[in-house]
């Protein structure tokens, strides 16, 4: 039996994507990319980011989404704020879709795929490209993140633990 999952690394300039195919043999991938929200107004860029996520969406036609939370530090709230309008619109095209979301941390997903809550972009893309069997690591960073939340996802529900949200319209 085959399903096909969406990895989604948020982001208003860049989101990372990554559609895999679970197979009995696990997850192979079939398409990886990033869309670019531009540089214009903020509600252009917003536009831009859903449109594109519905023509992945309408083109793959994933059965469930995998997203990472949001973290942002203390000292900068702005950058927590504009990050929230990209994951709100997100989570809107998988909505409009019907396409259930599952959110895991980034801590999260660092754990399940290194082993390490605390490991480094490069740690995630080179074991990223190690699992996936790819011939060098993924660039840009986003997609190796977008890899990773959907393979956070797979080796969640293998191993039957509970994804930390589960739901169809909203956190």
């Known amino acids: ?26 997850p192979k991938l079939c398409e990886a990319g990033v869309l670019r929200g ?9 536009l831009a980011l859903h449109q594109g996520l519905l023509e992945v969406i309408d083109l793959y036609h994933p059965k469930e989404m995998a997203v990472e939370q949001l973290y942002a530090h203390y000292k900068h709230p702005r950058t927590a704020i504009i990050m929230g309008h990209a994951r709100g619109v997100i989570l809107l095209a998988a909505s ?6 599952i959110s895991y941390s980034a801590t999260q997903v660092k754990k399940l795929i290194t082993g390490s809550g605390r490991a480094s972009k490069e740690q995630i893309q080179l074991t990223v490209a190690q699992e996936m069997g790819l011939a060098a690591p993924p660039e840009p960073p986003d997609v190796a993140d977008a890899l990773a939340v959907g393979l956070c996802h797979y080796y969640a529900t293998l191993r039957s633990q509970e994804p930390e949200v589960r739901s169809q319209n909203a956190e």
């Open 1 to 26: 039996m085959q399903q096909r999952l969406l990895g989604i690394d948020p982001g208003l300039g860049i989101t990372g994507y990554a559609v895999l195919d679970i197979t009995n043999q696990g």
């Open 38 to 46: 531009g540089t214009g107004p903020i509600e252009d860029r917003l």
């Open 96 to 101: 409009v879709r019907g396409i259930p979301t």
